[in-house]
Structure formats: structure tokens, C-alpha cells
């Protein structure tokens, strides 16, 4: 019998605050993180010693857990992330594709590395294929949303800042009601932000 491929976790990567907010309101590709909403990413600014790279410097666990980010094997980025960003040039990171669950038809292919799904769950199928092996980094609110309810979320990474925003895009507004059980995996302190990984328990 041969041994079973090596599969790695899909995992939803988020900046959040502590009162759930991922982006401020008036989101959009010239405003990514809405109005007041960069505070989120504070902990990415400093860049070290390349300042286009969001890499923050010092080592520590904002760099470790920057480093497993960019060390996933493919990207899946909610449709509004994907504009947000505007499709990362192409390329989110060392040229790994980049699935874009959507609802909608397009004319044009998606640019350089990234395609568009239309199925959540084929779109995970492609992307744990083709990071193969390796981890697959999830982008989005309602993209996570559509994960969790097609129970193709293996686990959660939230950046938690501390900060009320108050106003904005909430990471599970949207969510029908249910209760999805969750385990802490890890903890780690970070500067001016707690980086916690949860574990999406099975059957919920
Ligand atoms: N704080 C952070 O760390 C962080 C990280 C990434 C993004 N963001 C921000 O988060 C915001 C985007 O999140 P969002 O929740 O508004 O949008 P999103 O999850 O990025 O994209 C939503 C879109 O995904 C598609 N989609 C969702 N569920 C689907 C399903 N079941 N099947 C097929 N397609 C589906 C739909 O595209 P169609 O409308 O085309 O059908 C939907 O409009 C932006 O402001 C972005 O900048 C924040």
C-alpha cells in the first residue's frame, strides 16, 4: 500500500481587532483596509531591512508567524480581498497560485498567478493540490464564512490587535447561527498584537 500524499492545513490568516473588525468601513482598492482600518496591519509596517517586504524586523513571533504565511503553498483570497489588493501585481507571494472563490463570470482570465472558482469546496481541492504539501493561506471574511459552512477550514490564525475599531467589516458577520467549536493551538505575544491559532473541530 502506498503511503498517503502529505497534506497541509488550509488556515485563514486575519488581522482582527478585539471587538472583530477586519477592515474599517468605505473598503475598497484605493482605501484595502477602510477608513482607519491600516491600524490592523501596524504589526507588518515596520518591513526591517526591506521595507517592501511587511517582514517585521527583530525576529520574535511577528516574524515567525509572517514566515509560515509566506511558506504556504497557495493562496485563497476572497473576491473583494483579491480587488482590495489588486490581485497582488499577479503574484501574492513567490509565484504560488491564487484561487479566487466568486459568484461571478468574468471575460478576462484573473491576472498572472491567480484563477477565478465558482465552488468553494473545488476551489480549496485545487488549492490544497497545488500547494502540495505545504499549507494553504485563506484571505476574506465571506470567504471564510463559505469555508467554515463547507467545512473546508481546518484552522483560524488571528492576528488580535488591540484596538476597538467599532465600525466596519466583521470577520464572522454572516455566519448563520450555529455554534462552530473551536481549539487553541497557540498563543504567542507578539509586539502590540496576540497571534492565536485555533483549531476548527470537526463536526460542530
Ligand atoms: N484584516 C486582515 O488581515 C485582512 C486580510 C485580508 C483581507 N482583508 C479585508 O477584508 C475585506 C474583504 O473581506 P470580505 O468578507 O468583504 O470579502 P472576501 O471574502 O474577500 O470576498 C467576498 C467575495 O468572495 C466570493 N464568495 C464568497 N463566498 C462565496 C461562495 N460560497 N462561493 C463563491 N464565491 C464566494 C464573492 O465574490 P463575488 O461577489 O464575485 O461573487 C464575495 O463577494 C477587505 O476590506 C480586505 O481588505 C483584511
Redesign the pocket.
Known amino acids: 500500500m502506498s503511503a498517503a500524499a502529505p497534506t497541509g492545513k488550509v488556515r485563514l ?4 481587532s478585539v471587538d472583530g473588525f ?2 474599517g468601513p468605505d ?1 475598497g482598492p484605493d482605501h ?3 477608513v482607519g ?1 491600516e491600524r ?2 501596524a504589526w507588518l509596517r515596520d518591513g526591517g531591512v526591506d521595507p517592501d517586504s511587511h517582514r517585521p524586523s527583530g525576529g520574535g513571533p511577528d516574524a515567525e508567524v509572517f514566515d509560515e504565511m509566506i511558506a504556504t503553498g497557495a493562496v485563497v ?6 480587488e ?2 489588486r490581485g497582488w501585481g499577479g503574484d501574492h507571494h513567490d509565484g504560488v497560485p491564487v484561487f479566487v ?4 463570470v468574468f471575460n478576462q482570465p484573473a491576472p498572472g498567478h491567480a484563477r477565478y472558482v ?3 469546496a473545488s476551489c480549496v481541492a485545487q488549492a490544497r493540490e497545488a500547494a502540495g504539501g505545504r499549507d494553504v493561506l485563506v ?8 469555508l467554515l459552512q ?1 467545512r473546508q477550514l481546518d484552522e483560524i490564525e488571528l ?1 488580535l490587535v488591540p484596538v476597538l475599531l467599532g465600525r466596519g ?1 466583521r470577520l464572522f458577520d454572516g455566519l448563520p447561527p450555529g455554534h462552530v467549536e473551536l481549539e487553541l493551538l497557540r498563543a504567542l505575544q507578539g509586539s502590540d498584537v496576540l497571534h492565536l491559532r485555533y483549531r476548527v473541530q470537526a463536526g460542530g
Open positions: 490568516y486575519m488581522s482582527m477586519i477592515a473598503d484595502g483596509l477602510g482600518g490592523l496591519h483570497a476572497g473576491r473583494r480581498t483579491f482590495h489588493g472563490p466568486t459568484r461571478s465558482t465552488d468553494v484571505h476574506g471574511a465571506a470567504a471564510a464564512q463559505a463547507a492576528q467589516r
